[in-house]
């Protein structure tokens, strides 16, 4: 954890957060219960992590030309996703992007900087959040 975050430091930001949103694999998911807003990934979501891209720390989708992530994974680990309302109002370059509460691995190894927890406790988890709820992360 860092109370100085910057771009591809592989730490999680200390602070106290909102949540944004949910996005979800439909493929994988029926529709989570939450009160957050809830957005569908689709195969071709992506998420700019470019400090130099206009759309910096924001969702995008292809083609695509500046650096960015795929949601759209293999593995589980972003069936669910609940973006934190770190370095996004308004996202300054350089100081760390696509920070999300995700799934995490079966062995609980290192996110590069993310907060994860096991699928069946993030959607409990989620049915309890609404627009107002806060993560407090190193507190």
């Known amino acids: 954890m860092t109370s100085d975050k910057r771009e591809g430091d592989g730490a999680t930001p200390v602070g106290v957060f909102p949540l944004r949103a949910l996005w979800y694999r439909?493929?994988?998911l029926a529709i989570p219960e939450t009160g957050l807003a809830l957005h569908p990934i689709a195969a071709d979501t992506l998420w700019s992590d470019d400090p130099a891209d206009p759309a910096y720390n924001r969702p995008v989708t292809?083609?695509?030309?500046?650096s960015h992530e795929r949601l759209w994974r293999e593995d589980a680990l972003?069936?669910?996703i609940a973006?934190?309302?770190y370095n996004d109002d308004p996202p300054?370059?350089?100081?760390g992007s696509a920070i999300f509460l995700h799934v995490a691995r079966p062995d609980y190894g290192p996110t590069e900087g993310c907060v994860a927890i096991a699928r069946d406790d993030?959607?409990?988890?989620?049915?309890?959040?609404?627009?107002?709820t806060r993560i407090a992360i190193g507190h």
């Not at 292809?62 to 500046?66: E, K, N, T, W």
């Not at 993030?122 to 107002?132: F, N, S, T, V």
Request: hydrophobic share 40%; glycine share 10%.
């Open 78 to 80: 972003y069936d669910l």
């Open 26 to 28: 439909p493929d994988r």
């Open 62 to 66: 292809p083609p695509y030309a500046a």
């Open 92 to 95: 300054i370059p350089g100081l």
């Open 122 to 132: 993030l959607l409990a988890l989620m049915r309890a959040c609404g627009p107002e």
């Open 83 to 85: 973006p934190l309302g």
